[in-house]
């Protein structure tokens, strides 16, 4: 079976996701680090940690995309890898490199080096007519100022190369817009120790439910696995609080917001990927928010698979491997599912959750995962900092969203008294 070369990874749930789908395939894989106690760090038991299914776990700097390169070059040459993989953003670009080095499947590196840029995106998406956002990208604040004037307030500031909603916020005026300029120049590092781009991007606001379309990419044709409704909360951040699959839209709505993140991946290129492309329906039609060139996180990949059987990061294994996926849906006695995630509102240390046995009993309840008490917490300002999710099942269609929002209205965050309190 297939030996693949996986570069740094998440920790959250994909880091378990895809070694399980490796494994479950009788594949083998290598996994290939710069900092070993960045996962070691992270996973909590009593579950075994993900990376005790690696062939090898090895050290490299997988932040120098040239030296990465010829040093993967010389494992290959030991190791003999078939597909090379993984899940987290910041390597999306260097995985794609690697493979063309190394002659194994994968998409153009230059595809993936524009998805991963939100800038870049943005710029070739708009010369090939996908719609989106006004925007502008600007280097200086007088730039970012000025453009802001031009778009029109509110607007949304982001950063270019950073993901998980870090940094995205909504701005009424200029006073916001400086704050929200200024906490992002503060933030010149990613948490991988990569230097980020020195440049803001501003947008339209767009207005409309949010959307994303999940799809399977190779040989030349993308296919639509199915189209999931997003909520998101947090304002001014923009977090995502929950997920249904498939989304309750008319089937020509559905289409139209498919066909215009096919569109999107096929203006950049993109083949031989399992992508995540995120949609506004606005009162204009679809718009491209974002596209990624990787298996949905968040647990959306469950949602899928509970409803129509199809295995995303089966499929991501299968690509890397210039393998056909099966995506043929089966029934599985399920018609729609959700997920939703609690947001802290306050700072504190977490004490526990009133009402989380009642939570456990709950109808087409799938997974509940709730932080555990000690926690030191703040108000969530991105999707980084939940307190925990509910995922639930239903057997009749758009049902799901409205039991796992009675779950989480069940649970209510306790937290220690402050110090001095009585």
Known sequence: MGHLLMIESWVGSMSRLLPRAIGEAGHRFTFLTRDLHHYLRAAPPPAPHPLLAAANVLTADTNDTAALTAYAGKLHDVLRFDGVISSCDYYLPAVAHVARHLGLPGPAPDAVDAACRKDVTRRVLAEAGVPGPE????????????????????????????????????????????????????FPVNARGQRRAPVVLLEELLTGPEFSVETVSYEGTCHVVGVTDKSVGGAPAFIETGHMFPAALAPDTARRIADTAVAALTALGLDQVVAHTEIKLTDDGPRVVEVNPRPAGNRITELVRHVTGVDLPVAAVDVALGRRPDLTPHDTGVRSAAIGFLLPE?????????????????????????????R???????????????????????????????????????YAPADGAA
């Not at 108000?379 to 799901?400: I, K, Q, R, W």
């Open 135 to 186: 925007h502008a990208v600007c280097r200086d604040w007088p730039e970012t100022a000025a453009a802001a004037a031009r778009i029109g307030y509110p607007l949304v500031i982001k950063p270019v190369d950073l993901c998980a909603g870090m940094f995205v916020r909504e701005v009424a005026d200029e006073r916001a817009l400086a704050e929200a300029y200024k906490a992002l120049g503060d």
């Open 376 to 414: 030191a917490v703040r108000p969530a300002a991105s999707n980084n900092d939940y307190l925990g999710h509910a995922m639930v099942t239903a057997e009749e269609a758009g049902a799901a969203r409205g039991r796992v929002e009675a779950v989480l209205a069940g649970l209510c965050p306790r």
């Open 346 to 374: 306050q700072a504190g240390e977490l004490a526990g959750f009133d009402g989380a046995e009642a939570a456990a009993e709950a109808p087409g309840l799938r997974e509940l995962d709730l932080a555990r008490p000690g």
